[in-house]
Structures are given as structure tokens and as C-alpha cells.
């Protein structure tokens, strides 16, 4: 069992910056993915940000203002959100994938005001 939690989200104004943090409860190395997803109101849960274990990212905004990271010794990946627009208001979910299974965190509140 594989416990995630996440942090930094908060209400911030359009064009400022967020950092998500998620720590996990065991070792990152062996996680096959790690990511961050977005569920706005009233709308299914998308992908935000994905990394896999050899280090590949891969982004559903190619417009480039996301970057997911990791920290193995802190057991953490991170999502560097920049340029925020209204549109980016959701809980922003932590996923990680090990083994056969999916695990996700309780998520955080982010909420972009114009």
C-alpha cells in the first residue's frame, strides 16, 4: 500500500506561480509513473503532468508553463506551475503507478482568480 500527500495548492491570482508538492510513503525509485492530475467542477479528471521512472515527462499543456520533478531521497515529485490562468482551478491529484496498481492522494485546492 502506497500512501501520497499532496500540498501547496491555494488561491492564487492569474499569471502568479504554484508549487504542488507529493510525498509518498515508501521509495519513489520503483514507481513506473508518477503524476498529477486536474479535476475541475463539474468535469472528469485529466492529466496534467506524467514522469516516468527512466525520467521521461510528458505534459497535456504544450504551451510549456508545467514542470513535474522528482526528488528521490525526499520521496517527492513536484508540479511547478507558472503563468496560472482560471481555467487551471481544480484538486490537483497525485498519482503514482506501481506494479499493477494505481495509488492517488486526497488532493489539494487550486483555485486561480482573474
Known amino acids: 500500500q502506497v500512501q501520497l500527500v499532496e500540498s501547496g495548492g491555494g488561491l492564487v491570482q492569474a499569471g502568479e506561480s504554484l508549487r504542488l508538492s507529493c510525498v509518498a510513503s515508501i521509495s519513489i525509485f520503483n514507481f513506473n509513473t508518477m503524476g498529477w492530475y486536474r479535476q475541475a467542477p463539474g468535469k472528469q479528471r485529466e492529466l496534467v503532468a506524467r514522469?516516468?521512472?527512466?525520467?521521461?515527462a510528458n505534459y497535456a499543456d504544450a504551451k510549456g508553463r508545467f514542470t513535474i520533478s522528482r526528488d528521490f531521497a525526499k520521496r517527492a515529485v513536484y508540479l511547478q506551475m507558472t503563468s496560472l490562468k482560471p481555467d487551471d482551478t481544480g484538486v490537483y491529484y497525485c498519482?503514482?503507478?506501481?506494479?499493477?496498481?494505481?495509488?492517488w492522494g486526497q488532493g489539494t485546492q487550486v483555485t486561480v482568480s482573474s
Open positions: 498519482n503514482v503507478y506501481l506494479g499493477t496498481s494505481y495509488y
Open positions: 514522469i516516468t521512472r527512466a525520467g521521461s
